[in-house]
């Protein structure tokens, strides 16, 4: 009998074992930080817990051409879903690197209104679905301006009556934008002149005033930290970091609104992906309104959906409202400058070709 029941022991750890290493897995590409971190709590954690699969967590800084380069791989580690840019996502798909997304997986809203409804206008893809608005802004040390603070994008590129260094993303980004937006050029008009050489050449120059005091950043997290430790005065970045870092680390940072470049998250599946079911229900649950008000809650990223946004209410550890630190707020939305995700798709090898030209020789190359 002792050895019968030994055996029947040894037979239940050995399935055990199995069903360990039989555990289903799932690959989730985002960007990492204060952002991962509310994702982990508000999405990660709870997927893992009700469904019992494992998430594996990669970093990256986005863009079309590590996708593009990870699929080209010979044998690529397994990425299921990726956190892009709406912009980058077009691109992406318009070139075959995503898979076809369909808009059945989404769940309802709680009162039974279907996802089209809920989302809003145009979040419902071909290849992807956007999860979240958020801004691309400049921010300052408060402790370089105890005067005059600065109040518009024109502002940033004023080195005279706010001296200082700049940071600005390592990547042709918002910064053409901003460049003509500092000439005055009205919002409406701004991808319109960028459509045209003249547009390029006056952003250049406009970009080219503040050249030597140009430090460049490509995680996330750098512009908080820059100005926190009074190594620039002014820095691109994206709001919800600099939130973070005000509101939990006390960092001495406030956010300048003036021409906040509105831009969108997505969720989108690479091309081929190894488990397509398992990263469709990743996306279910990762949308549902919940969910999406959950993230809100903890960083300042306005969700896209209607019902998620009824759920937005007080930061979770300070306490404070956090509906007026979204991008989509309405007093924010006023100065607020609406990527053309047409025009950055369209415009993306332009855009780098003519950036790293400038860079590396101070020529505008074409």
Known sequence: MRGLEALVVALCLLAGAAAADERATLTVVTWGGAYEAAQRAAIFAPFE??????????????????????????????????????????????????????????????????????????????????????????????????????????????????????????????????????????RSQIYELLSTERGFRLAFRRLDQIRDDLVWWRDGATPARLLAEGRVAMASGYNGRFFHARIARGAPISVIWDSALLAENVWAMPAGVEDRDLAERFIRFA?????????????????????????????????????PHLPTAPRHLERALRKDYGWYAATEDLRRRRFEAWRSNGVAGR
């Open 49 to 186: 817990a009700k469904t019992g699969v494992e998430l594996e967590i990669v970093r990256w800084d986005g863009g079309v051409a590590p996708l593009r380069a990870h699929l080209a791989a010979e044998d690529p580690p397994r990425w299921d879903v990726v956190d892009m840019l709406r912009s980058d996502a077009r691109a992406a798909c318009r070139e075959g690197l995503l898979a076809p997304f369909d808009a059945a997986i989404l769940a309802p809203a709680p009162d039974g209104t279907p996802a089209r409804d809920d989302f809003h206008d145009g979040a419902i893809a071909d290849c992807f679905v956007s999860q979240l608005v958020f801004a691309t802004v400049i921010a300052y040390d408060d402790r370089a301006f105890p005067g005059d603070k600065p109040q518009t994008v024109a502002d940033f590129f004023d080195l005279e009556r706010f001296p200082g260094k700049r940071a600005l993303r390592e990547a042709p980004v918002g910064l053409f934008d901003w460049a003509l937006r500092a000439y005055g050029v009205p």
């Open 287 to 323: 949308t549902a309104a919940e969910q999406l008000g959950a993230v809100a809650n903890r960083i300042s990223y306005g969700p896209t959906r209607a019902s998620a946004m009824r759920r937005v209410g007080l930061h979770v550890e300070a306490g404070i409202p956090m509906r």
